[in-house]
């Protein structure tokens, strides 16, 4: 497993402070978040996913607890649309340049709008997604928020 992927260098970029932790990724799994939440032993409110949507047809990144759903109403409030619907899993991957189980809100090929669910702020570190199945990266909060411009809003239900 490479520990450089673009994310790890969209981190570095930005002068943000990261430890990797690297996980046996299980494909079969019934929730990736959770999964990854188990593997590396952490609650799943502090281990984040990444999910990629499109709000009144715009495409936008959301990252919320790895236990928590997304609320499609709050999301497209966040933004100021009217509808908010999940990107499928290839538009997602184009988006991104990364694969399913594996798209961090770091280093995608095209920046999008991002917003991250608020009660990931009350957590003393977060992880996300590395880059690739199996790796994530440790932060500060509010390092994620200032590192992507994100929208801090409730975005579950």
Same mark, same amino acid.
């Given at each position: ?15 943000? @402070? ?10 079969? @799994? ?53 509808? @908010? ?73």
């Amino acid at each position: 497993m490479s520990k450089t992927t673009r994310a790890t260098l969209a981190l570095k970029a930005a002068g943000v @402070a990261f430890d990797l932790v690297a996980y046996e990724y299980d494909p079969d @799994a019934d929730s990736i978040g959770l999964q990854a939440a188990a593997a590396i032993g952490e609650p799943p409110s502090r281990v984040l996913k990444t999910l990629m949507a499109e709000v009144d047809g715009k495409p936008v990144c959301v990252v919320v607890p790895s236990d928590a759903q997304v609320s499609m109403k709050k999301l497209a409030a966040a933004f100021g649309g009217k509808a @908010a619907a999940m990107m499928k899993p290839p538009a997602a991957e184009r988006l991104t340049g990364f694969v399913v189980g594996g798209i961090s809100p770091f280093g995608q090929k095209r920046k999008v709008p991002t917003a991250i669910e608020e009660s990931a702020l009350l957590e003393p570190y977060v992880f996300v997604n590395g880059g690739q199945r199996g790796l994530q990266a440790k932060l500060l909060p509010d390092d994620a928020v200032a590192a992507l411009g994100a929208l801090v809003a409730d975005l579950t239900m």
